[in-house]
């Protein structure tokens, strides 16, 4: 008998997974941070920030648990302070309206948001289109949903990756359900910009597609702006929006995230979600509500620190002999490896292969990296780019930068 396999009387051994998630069993991400231990080396792997957020955000999370709010479960959609804090948060910064107590929902993080989602949205045999490479938790929870994802290919055109929109109008079909957008784009750094989004809510209307929108980068752009896809014509009351306090505010353990969209689009998720967590986060509800009445000073400096830190990774990698993409949004840089010594196909060497790069990289240089490959159902389309997490210190992507430029 195999670790895969239970015993179930004389040959009827059947896989312990349920196929939905055959094929999900392990990732890359084990492997890449059991690595990462056994070798000392410095994680760029994983898009967590090596300090925390601000103090007086965690203080307030402090007083929450000392006080005894939330401690107990709190109210299923969240509670209300939180909920107003959402609605005001989308008012202030795009001008959105959002009915706290109807429109507003706090999940476990963007993960749960998204899970509650297309479980809630997504029937057997339906088709969710999302941008490829894509979030991790994508594939997995559009298979647990029993939908069929259709991956629409980032193209590399000069130095940024991007959405063609023909090839996005092709992708839908009779079966298409929904759009699952992610804008600022992991791992790219793709930022959508004002016409694609057009385009993309003009097809969603013309096609009666409902959109799942993954923002939990939202403040984290570098150039251009933001645009959540729920403000464009015919959006409101066909987008479920979703952010990130963790990502917001450098608190990824934290766990807090929310979705915003009509009445009925939330009571949908949360009909999902309640069964998965029913709630979860507490004390921590209250702090993000805390998080998000933050001055404006608080949002930019976060912009400017990670622009900073971008630039010196960037900077780092080139010198290091990478090719790199430029980055409009979020925590990650793609580097092109082609351009490295041993990995550009020719003189009869293998073609660049960002997997085996990727494990030999801890050795070799004592730093970790994530093969973008893992992110594509075209595996090949993905196979030279590697994925670099900047929300570091600059002390750490320094020292990484030049471990880099000794190895290669
Ligand atoms: C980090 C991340 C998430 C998950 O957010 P949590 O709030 O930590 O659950 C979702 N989508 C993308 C694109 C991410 O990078």
């Not at 939905?20 to 056994?38: D, K, P, Y």
């Not at 302070?81 to 008012?91: D, G, K, P, S």
């Amino acid at each position: 008998m195999t670790a895969g396999h239970a015993a179930q009387g004389a040959g009827t051994a059947r896989p312990l997974l349920n196929r939905r998630l055959a094929g999900f069993g392990t990732t890359i991400f084990a492997e890449m941070s059991a690595l990462a231990q056994r070798t000392g080396a410095i994680n760029l792997g994983q898009g967590f920030p090596d300090t925390d957020g601000p103090e007086s955000v965690r203080e307030a999370a402090v007083r929450a648990l000392r006080d005894g709010r939330g401690n107990q479960y709190p109210p299923g959609p969240g509670i209300p302070e939180l909920r107003t804090a959402v609605a005001e948060h989308q008012r202030r910064f795009y001008g959105l309206e959002f009915d706290p107590d109807t429109e507003v929902l706090v999940t476990a993080g963007a993960t749960e948001a998204l899970a509650a989602a297309l479980l809630a949205l997504v029937e057997p045999g339906d088709e969710v289109i999302a941008l490829e490479p894509y979030y991790d938790s994508y594939a997995a929870c559009i298979a647990l949903a029993g939908g069929t994802r259709v991956p629409v290919t980032l193209r590399p055109s000069g130095d940024t990756f991007r959405l063609d929109l023909d090839e996005l109008r092709d992708a839908v079909t009779d079966r298409t359900r929904l759009i699952l957008l992610n804008t600022p784009h992991n791992p790219t750094g793709t930022v959508l910009g004002r016409d694609e989004l057009a385009a993309v809510a003009e097809l969603c209307v013309e096609r009666g597609l409902l959109a799942v929108t993954d923002e939990v980068y939202e403040h984290m752009v570098f150039e251009g702006e933001h645009l959540p896809l729920v403000s464009f014509p015919g959006m409101r009351e066909r987008t479920v929006t979703i952010s990130s306090a963790g990502k917001t505010f450098s608190f990824t353990g934290w766990k807090v995230g929310w979705v915003t969209g009509t009445p009925e689009l939330v009571t949908a998720v949360r009909s999902a979600k309640q069964y998965l967590t029913y709630v979860s986060a507490g004390p921590f509800q209250y702090a993000v509500a805390e998080a998000l009445a933050l001055p404006d000073a608080h949002y930019r400096e976060l912009n400017t620190g990670l622009r900073a830190r971008r630039d010196l990774l960037a900077d780092g990698l080139r010198s290091a002999g990478f090719g790199v993409f430029r980055t409009a949004g979020t925590y990650f840089l793609t580097a092109d490896i082609r351009t490295l010594p041993g990995q550009d196909g020719k003189e009869g060497r293998g073609a660049a292969d960002g997997v085996a790069f990727c494990l030999a990289l801890p050795e070799r240089c004592g730093v970790v990296a994530v093969p973008t490959q893992v992110f594509y159902d075209h595996e090949a389309a993905g196979a030279p780019y590697v994925r670099f997490a900047f929300c570091k210190r600059e002390d750490v992507l320094r020292e990484a930068a030049e471990r880099l430029r000794a190895g290669r």
